[in-house]
């Protein structure tokens, strides 16, 4: 299948993005309606409506003066690693003591569940493809959520510059680190109680200090309350280019965490730690 080729109208596309703005940072649906001030100000002086459509897919503003003429609409995928979540990941924690009874059938419920590739572009956004792997060739390849992480805001308007990929505006990466699926005993979106999920965490690379973490479980409820958080250095000046996959498994007490090296950091003076997120 081409995932270029279905690709939904752009303002039909299930696109989110986190957003700071909020009185309780969470992810929204990326439209300049539905961001917050903040986020739009992040967009830099550039910011519009317009350009936010043509982030999206909106081709009607494309010409040599105004928006870049794009040969296509999803942008090159470089460093990134593709992740295909179905039923591929056992963790073993059937013989955790009382949450692992319910692993096996946890196991079962991903086992039935539509398949969905995941990869991060450098067109600003992680998407997710989904792939029945023939049972249903019309669907194979068509794009069901995709998730523009605010740590790379600074840098979208690029992306609509007639002169990007040119020695005048030479080519960014935006997602291009690596992401990995794992399983944790955690609250789902909205719940009170914990269950197993189903989670995608990955890193900028070298296209931003940040590290996002996606509930992944249920492919056909994919939305904001999807993106369970991003990290990044303006949380913590110390989390730097994060290029190696992160962690993610339960301590002693209990707790679900995320584990990561703080990554390269352009400042001499910067030091190593190791971030341990819950």
Do not use: C
């Given at each position: 299948?081409?995932?270029?080729?279905?690709?939904?109208?752009?303002?039909?596309?299930?696109?989110?993005?986190?957003?700071?703005?909020?009185?309780?940072?969470?992810?929204v649906t990326f439209t300049w309606?539905?961001?917050?001030?903040?986020?739009?100000?992040?967009?830099?002086?550039?910011?519009?409506?317009?350009?936010?459509?043509?982030?999206?897919?909106?081709?009607?503003?494309?010409?040599?003066?105004?928006?870049?003429?794009?040969?296509?609409?999803?942008?090159?995928?470089?460093?990134?690693?593709?992740?295909?979540?179905?039923?591929?990941?056992?963790?073993?924690?059937?013989?955790?003591?009382?949450?692992?009874?319910?692993?096996?059938?946890?196991?079962?419920?991903?086992?039935?569940?539509?398949?969905?590739?995941?990869?991060?572009?450098?067109?600003?956004?992680?998407?997710?493809?989904?792939?029945?792997?023939?049972?249903?060739?019309?669907?194979?390849?068509?794009?069901?959520?995709?998730?523009?992480?605010?740590?790379?805001?600074?840098?979208?308007?690029?992306?609509?510059?007639?002169?990007?990929?040119?020695?005048?505006?030479?080519?960014?990466?935006?997602?291009?680190?690596?992401?990995?699926?794992?399983?944790?005993?955690?609250?789902?979106?909205?719940?009170?109680?914990?269950?197993?999920?189903?989670?995608?965490?990955?890193?900028?690379?070298?296209?931003?200090?940040?590290?996002?973490?996606?509930?992944?479980?249920?492919?056909?409820?994919?939305?904001?309350?999807?993106?369970?958080?991003?990290?990044?250095?303006?949380?913590?000046?110390?989390?730097?280019?994060?290029?190696?996959?992160?962690?993610?498994?339960?301590?002693?007490?209990?707790?679900?965490?995320?584990?990561?090296?703080?990554?390269?950091?352009?400042?001499?003076?910067?030091?190593?730690?190791?971030?341990?997120?819950?």
């Amino acid at each position: 299948w081409s995932a270029s080729s279905k690709l939904p109208a752009w303002d039909q596309r299930n696109i989110v993005t986190w957003d700071t703005g909020l009185s309780t940072p969470g992810a929204v649906t990326f439209t300049w309606s539905n961001i917050s001030a903040g986020n739009r100000a992040a967009l830099g002086a550039p910011a519009s409506a317009q350009l936010v459509d043509f982030l999206r897919g909106d081709r009607s503003n494309e010409s040599s003066t105004t928006y870049r003429v794009r040969n296509g609409l999803l942008g090159d995928f470089i460093n990134a690693n593709p992740v295909f979540v179905k039923d591929g990941v056992n963790q073993n924690y059937t013989n955790l003591p009382s949450i692992g009874a319910d692993y096996t059938a946890f196991l079962a419920q991903k086992a039935v569940r539509t398949g969905v590739l995941y990869i991060g572009g450098n067109d600003g956004m992680v998407h997710g493809f989904m792939d029945t792997k023939g049972v249903t060739p019309a669907d194979d390849g068509k794009e069901i959520f995709a998730y523009v992480p605010r740590a790379i805001y600074q840098n979208l308007s690029k992306l609509a510059d007639p002169n990007y990929g040119t020695p005048l505006n030479y080519h960014q990466y935006f997602v291009d680190g690596p992401a990995r699926e794992f399983d944790a005993h955690v609250r789902a979106p909205g719940a009170s109680v914990a269950s197993w999920r189903n989670y995608m965490v990955g890193t900028l690379g070298a296209g931003g200090k940040a590290i996002y973490a996606i509930d992944v479980t249920n492919p056909s409820n994919m939305n904001s309350s999807a993106v369970r958080w991003e990290l990044s250095s303006a949380n913590d000046s110390d989390i730097g280019y994060v290029t190696s996959p992160v962690e993610v498994g339960v301590l002693p007490n209990g707790k679900w965490v995320a584990v990561f090296g703080n990554g390269y950091s352009e400042n001499v003076l910067a030091k190593a730690y190791l971030f341990v997120v819950d």
